[in-house]
């Protein structure tokens, strides 16, 4: 009997030791669980704050590509012709395209449209060859903002003229800037570029 009453004895801290040790396994990896999550939550956390890090430089690199907005351009890409007189007002279609960065000026129509708010420079250089009357006019929308003029008194061929006016324009988005011949003018252009339409943003509002 009392042999047995050991074995019986032994048999139970035996168990009572395995169930420690299962109570202390459990409460291991409760522990390596919690931990994990913590780790998994800072690594969330690092992966938004990446997100919003890139999507900050795509930001960035977008308002930048639409600050940079600037062309120049001339009446014809090669030979020689003479432009007008006209009764009216004629818009002038600069087809030799120097540079259109941004694409804001269209070659087909002559039109400058702003593609941000901002503050623009425009220059506006002709040449007459001959003519009596050499004049165009920078528009704003459907608005005179300046205008460059020269009269000769000489019809001769040989007589040539050139003039120029320069404007800085504050433009909404969708404005447009453009340069109308003006009635009973005559403008030249040839292979040299002579007669030009420059404009770029100076800086956004």
């Given at each position: 009997?009392?042999t047995?009453?050991?074995?019986?004895?032994?048999k139970?801290?035996t168990m009572?030791?395995?169930?420690?040790?299962?109570e202390?396994?459990r409460?291991?990896?409760?522990?390596?669980?919690?931990?994990?999550?913590?780790?998994?939550?800072?690594?969330?956390?690092?992966?938004?704050?990446?997100?919003l890090t890139?999507?900050?430089?795509?930001?960035l690199?977008?308002e930048?590509?639409?600050?940079?907005v600037s062309?120049?351009?001339?009446l014809?890409?090669?030979g020689s012709?003479?432009?007008?007189p006209?009764?009216?007002p004629?818009?002038?279609?600069?087809?030799?395209?120097?540079t259109?960065?941004?694409n804001?000026?269209?070659?087909?129509?002559?039109?400058?449209?702003?593609?941000?708010?901002?503050?623009?420079?425009?220059?506006?250089?002709v040449?007459?060859h001959?003519?009596?009357?050499?004049?165009?006019?920078?528009?704003?929308?459907?608005?005179?903002?300046v205008?460059?003029?020269v009269?000769?008194h000489?019809?001769?061929?040989?007589?040539?003229?050139?003039?120029?006016?320069?404007?800085?324009?504050?433009?909404?988005?969708?404005?447009?800037?453009?340069?109308?011949l003006c009635?009973?003018?005559?403008?030249y252009?040839s292979?040299?570029?002579?007669?030009?339409l420059?404009?770029?943003?100076?800086?956004?509002?």
């Amino acid at each position: 009997m009392e042999t047995r009453l050991r074995a019986s004895e032994h048999k139970a801290e035996t168990m009572e030791t395995r169930m420690r040790a299962s109570e202390i396994k459990r409460a291991v990896i409760k522990k390596l669980k919690e931990k994990q999550e913590e780790q998994a939550e800072a690594v969330r956390a690092i992966g938004g704050g990446l997100n919003l890090t890139v999507s900050h430089v795509e930001e960035l690199r977008r308002e930048r590509e639409e600050r940079r907005v600037s062309f120049s351009a001339s009446l014809v890409t090669s030979g020689s012709e003479t432009f007008g007189p006209f009764s009216g007002p004629t818009t002038l279609i600069y087809r030799h395209v120097f540079t259109n960065t941004g694409n804001a000026y269209n070659p087909n129509t002559g039109v400058f449209t702003a593609p941000v708010r901002g503050v623009y420079y425009f220059a506006v250089f002709v040449f007459g060859h001959g003519h009596a009357l050499t004049a165009v006019s920078l528009q704003k929308n459907e608005e005179h903002v300046v205008i460059a003029t020269v009269t000769s008194h000489s019809h001769q061929p040989s007589h040539r003229v050139d003039t120029s006016n320069v404007a800085s324009l504050l433009l909404e988005v969708g404005d447009v800037g453009y340069v109308n011949l003006c009635p009973k003018a005559w403008v030249y252009d040839s292979y040299n570029h002579l007669t030009t339409l420059s404009g770029h943003l100076l800086f956004p509002m």
